[in-house]
């Protein structure tokens, strides 16, 4: 072998080139434009399972001379298949030699060396090809990366460059999509038909979500996904369902199963809603300022029966509003909450027991608060979610005093 390489291309290609005495330089990517590169193109390619197609290792000499290139490049041999290797155009013109084992399936490697023969000087200054390589996607599904391990690209004299830009490439394999039906029909508590519901569905792994499809005179839902691509197995669909008034709704989750997958969808998924808690919510004004913390006192009159074991403070924007203390006193009632400090969900405070506002009846209400809450100018009764509230006396951090400075609050419960 070495008698072969001096006669036809002398002692100082096969310096660079015989692998065995001095291996190969790795490369990484450097950002310049005077430097020779070395590419797989093109640089990504989606592909089907089964499809057969081609990737080029070409190289921009920018301006240097190149008398040999060699490159050991890898892929994952799980995905992909390399069928074949065949020798570019880059050194068309020149009498070369060919090194390299060539395809190592069994590694997913790919080995291939080109220099060429003859007295000393001789380089390609032109863009180009220095192989094709054939390709079999073989797996189902998956990303290959086709990447330079190893790389030497030489000068007319078997020096080796040393900057060179490295540009790696990506194969992803992706599945045909194919419909996937998720149906069912939503019920009362009662499990009378809940026609017409609001129905949807979020992909937790992924977060894409959707809007089922309903009939004002059915209580049937249906969502047509793609099948590898919106959903796969073993991920989990969330459903969050509720009745066309509010009054009912139902959370759930399902993971999909492989066979559920294979069949094509989720059918009969049918959902039962449960009454809602019940919320009273000031929701937050066209304009809350003036705004400072202060203490708040006044009272609260539901219009419907309403759990709470929550209270949550709007902030003003860019604050850290929020509700220090509140306690919530009367008809049998009497409960507090305290805040902990800026951590977790600091915005909701959790009441020492959970209680229940009836409608008509009358509850007193203390809330201080800190930072810049948003705050409801307003005298009298003020209109919320869910009843009424008077503010009756606001205290600011300063010792005034004012009356009609609603909190905006949301008292509500949420399942611990």
């Known amino acids: 072998m070495k008698k072969v390489l001096t006669t036809a291309i002398g002692t100082g290609i096969i310096a660079l080139f015989i692998f065995a005495q001095i291996g190969f330089a790795s490369q ?72 390299g084992e060539g395809i190592k399936p069994a590694l997913g490697k790919i080995d291939y060396a080109e220099a060429i023969k003859g007295d000393e000087g001789e380089g390609v200054t032109k863009p180009g090809t220095i192989a094709t390589i054939t390709f079999e996607a073989i ?40 419909p996937f039906l998720v149906y069912g029909y939503a019920f009362y508590e009662d499990n009378s038909e809940c026609n017409s519901p609001v129905v949807n569905v979020t992909n937790l792994n992924t977060g894409k979500g959707w809007q089922a499809e309903t009939n004002a005179t059915s209580n049937y839902y249906q969502l047509v996904l793609a099948r590898g691509i919106d959903i796969n197995a073993s991920e989990t669909l969330q459903f969050e369902v509720r009745s066309p008034d509010g009054s009912q709704s139902n959370s759930t989750c399902h993971t999909l199963i492989l066979e559920e997958i294979n069949n094509g969808g989720l059918f009969s998924f049918n959902i039962s809603l449960k009454a809602m808690p019940g919320i009273f919510d000031t929701g937050a004004p066209d304009n809350p300022y003036p705004s400072i913390f202060g203490t708040h006192s006044g009272t609260i009159k539901p219009s419907q029966t309403i759990v709470v074991n929550r209270i949550y403070t709007y902030p003003c924007v860019g604050t850290g509003g929020h509700t220090e203390y509140a306690r919530i006193w009367g008809n049998s009632v009497n409960a507090h909450a305290n ?47 869910g009843g009424k509230i008077i503010c009756n006396e606001f205290t600011d951090a300063n010792g005034k005093k004012y009356t009609g400075w609603i909190p905006a609050i949301k008292l509500w419960w949420e399942e611990e």
Do not use: C
């Open 139 to 178: 797996g189902e599904r998956g990303v290959s990366k086709l990447h330079f391990e190893e790389i030497i690209l030489s000068d007319p004299w078997a020096n080796e460059i040393s900057n060179i830009t490295v540009n790696h490439g990506n194969i992803e394999i992706v599945q045909l999509s194919s």
């Open 339 to 385: 805040w902990s400090g800026y951590a977790g969900d600091w915005h909701n405070l959790t009441f020492n027991t959970s209680f229940t506002l009836e409608p008509g009846k009358e509850y007193n209400y203390t809330i201080r608060t800190g930072s810049y809450p948003q705050i409801i100018h307003h005298p009298g009764e003020y209109n919320a979610t």
């Open 28 to 99: 990484t990517a450097i950002e310049s434009a005077s430097e020779p590169t070395i590419n797989v193109e093109p640089s990504y390619l989606k592909v089907l399972q089964g499809d057969i197609f081609t990737v080029n290792i070409t190289v921009d000499p920018a301006n240097e001379k190149i008398r040999g290139a060699a490159f050991k490049l890898s892929f994952n041999n799980s995905l992909l298949n390399a069928t074949s290797l065949v020798q570019g155009t880059f050194f068309s013109g020149f009498d070369t030699m060919l090194y």
